[in-house]
């Protein structure tokens, strides 16, 4: 048994195809509303939101069509001027005002402009997916591959990197900042007075005079007794 490409004959057959299981776009979609008119040109297809509350557009197509992209930007910017009046309005759905649109593109195939302009978008989160209308003996079904996810590159949501192992290794090629030490207080610091010789009195203390010394006496010495000289014996 082989599988066999069907045509889809109109835009609002492909519509129904798609919002009556969202699940095979992407999974917790819920639908709001469709087929809203943006300008004379436009039109919105499909409007819905996420898990998160996010809001989805989702346009599609049973052609390559690179205006496609053109009306979803324009319905982009029309919901998101008025992300508060539809959460008044679609008060029973889980609605997140403040979290910018997204966008789904939804064709048989797309040009290499198109992905290009795609992938050169920032701020915008844009996927492109391509569809394709099988069946197989009595079962038929749309099937839908994911071909380009696009994110917002936005700075505040980017994660510092890691260093590289050399670097760790061999050291770091910018030096690190020295962290900033706080200066001690400065205090007044009193002069020093020079100290005092020791021959002056100290100026603190009360000068008194100097401690007379008590005078020696000398000790008395006795003379000797005079000793009469012997006389010398002549010989004769």
């Known amino acids: ?8 004959e109109g835009q609002e057959e492909l519509q ?6 969202l699940s095979i776009v ?6 709001i509303c469709n087929n809203v008119p943006i300008n004379d040109k436009t039109t919105l297809d499909v409007l819905c939101h996420d898990n998160n509350g996010q809001l989805v557009i989702v346009q599609m197509s049973i052609a390559e069509d690179d205006i496609m992209l053109l009306h979803g930007i324009q319905s982009m910017d029309y919901i998101d001027k008025f992300k508060s009046f539809l959460k008044a ?4 759905h889980k609605i997140d005002d403040k979290e910018k649109a997204r966008l789904i593109l939804i064709a048989p195939s797309f040009s290499d402009a198109l992905r290009s302009a795609v992938e050169s978008m920032k701020g915008m989160r844009v996927d ?11 079962h038929k079904g749309l099937r839908l591959q994911p071909i380009f996810a696009s994110t917002p590159t936005e700075k505040s949501f980017e994660e510092p990197k890691e260093e590289k192992s050399e670097d760790k290794k061999h ?6 900042k020295k962290e900033s030490t706080p200066e001690p207080e400065s205090k007044e610091v ?8 020791e021959s002056e009195p100290s100026k603190t203390e009360e000068w008194q005079p100097p401690a007379e010394e008590p005078v020696k006496e000398e000790p008395t010495v006795e003379p000797e007794p005079e000793h009469t000289p012997k006389k010398k014996l002549r010989l004769f």
């Open 1 to 8: 048994m082989s599988i066999e490409k069907i045509k889809i």
């Open 16 to 21: 129904q195809l798609i919002t009556k299981d």
């Open 26 to 31: 992407e999974k917790d979609l819920t639908l």
């Open 89 to 92: 309005t679609y008060n029973k």
């Open 128 to 138: 492109l997916y391509e569809w394709e209308y099988l069946k197989l003996g009595d």
């Open 171 to 176: 050291g770091s090629k910018h030096p690190k």
């Open 190 to 197: 009193e002069p020093e007075l020079p100290k005092p010789e």
